[in-house]
């Protein structure tokens, strides 16, 4: 599948760590499909970040989401750029585990298959049981492999 995002591009070099964070943290809460905050170095040897937001190419969106850069970034202006992008088909299911419920994508296309568990969800019975991320996944994946072998897994 194909679809058409905006990426908004600004170089930032007086905002601290933790405010970069914010920003990026509120950009995603109000409907970004991805923020990155990238390292650049600037004229002069400054070093400054370069925040990146990916969001649905349409007219009001790009509105709001300068809006919101503004609003918590110092930046003074934007870049854009528009593309086109190939993308999996995603969905997301859940499947109970004695470990709890565990949330995971399916997304497929283009002879692509795979399932992941939800980083949130791992995270939970990672804490609970004093193990890792990957050991968590370890515990719940028999759970959601086992609906792909007895065929009630179905793929998009």
Do not use: W
Not at 138 to 156: A, H, S, T, W
Request: hydrophobic share 35%; charged share 35%.
């Amino acid at each position: 599948m194909k679809d058409r995002i905006c990426e908004f591009e600004c170089n930032i070099d007086d905002m601290t760590a933790e405010e970069l964070a914010y920003a990026a943290e509120r950009l995603m809460i109000e409907g970004a499909k991805d923020v990155t905050l990238t390292p650049i170095q600037m004229k002069k040897g400054r070093p400054a970040t370069l925040l990146t937001v990916m969001f649905a190419d349409d007219e009001e969106e790009k509105d709001r989401m300068a809006r919101l850069l503004f609003q918590y970034t110092t930046t003074i202006g934007i870049r854009e750029v528009v593309s086109e992008r190939y993308v999996l088909d995603r969905k997301e299911e859940s499947v109970e585990t004695p470990y709890g419920k565990v949330r995971y994508k399916i997304v497929s296309g283009y002879g692509v298959k795979r399932v992941k568990p939800e980083y949130d969800d791992l995270a939970k019975i990672a804490d609970k049981r004093h193990i890792s991320i990957a050991a968590a996944r370890e515990l719940v994946q028999p759970y959601i492999y086992r609906l792909i072998d007895e065929g009630e897994l179905k793929y998009v």
